[in-house]
């Protein structure tokens, strides 16, 4: 696996400016969602409207866990140049830790080996709806409806200001999802886990894609990207 950890201590620096890959400089606007709830400490990153409440579809935790508690959300917007679409959401973070990240390393779910994938592949989640969410392994069923374009995260989508999208919605028992526009649209997108010089984790972050690479044609859905 020779996919690059984002430059996350840049990224998520507000007023920063960075090539997007295209030969233009983008604008960088961090905003923050609110605190997640994870009860279980197990978090989850998957496209919501394609997997919530389906059990056929349900998406596994990542085998890195964290103390269960509220953890901030994040996202980064980055303000390019493009026919379509000029803002795009080019990164989401969930905090763990106040403390700078001294190595990364892939957010994987069991069964995945990074030793598997051929140079420049990657493992990370498909997106078919352009959105994509972190939310805690046991609010798969928290959020009803929402296959069926219903429920309080397609309220919160159609209701949302102009723009990207991305809120924080609760939804039965307190459980809550952070939603999130999956940068230039769909693709398959890695997740990285940022560690404290101790070894603690300090983030999850995932990469949408946007800083490093030209928009291009958007990856098929899948587990596995180049």
């Known amino acids: 696996m020779n996919a690059t950890p984002p430059d996350c201590a840049r990224w998520f620096t507000p007023g920063a400016t960075l090539p997007p890959g295209g030969g233009r400089d983008a604008a960088l606007t961090v905003t923050d969602l609110g605190e997640l709830g994870l009860p279980t400490g197990r978090l989850v990153a998957c496209d919501p409207i394609v997997h919530l409440g389906d059990d056929d579809e349900r998406p596994a935790p990542f085998t890195v866990t964290v103390p269960p508690g509220r953890y901030p959300v994040q996202t980064v917007v980055a303000d390019v140049e493009h026919p379509f679409r000029n803002r795009v959401i080019a990164a989401a973070r969930l905090l763990v830790r106040d403390a700078p990240a001294a190595h990364w390393e892939p957010a994987l779910v069991p069964g995945q080996d990074p030793a598997d994938l051929a140079d420049g592949d990657f493992f990370g989640y498909g997106v078919d709806a352009g959105v994509g969410c972190f939310l805690d392994a046991s609010a798969h069923h928290a959020f009803p409806g929402t296959e069926d374009e219903e429920g309080v995260v397609w ?72």
């Open 155 to 226: 309220e919160a989508m159609d209701g949302g200001p102009p723009g990207p999208t991305a809120f924080l919605a609760e939804g039965v028992e307190g459980h809550t999802v952070a939603v999130f526009g999956s940068g230039w649209g769909d693709g398959c997108y890695p997740t990285w886990i940022g560690r404290a010089a101790d070894g603690g984790v300090v983030c999850f972050v995932t990469d949408f894609r946007v800083l490093r690479f030209a928009p291009a044609r958007p990856l098929p859905s899948g587990t596995v990207g180049p």
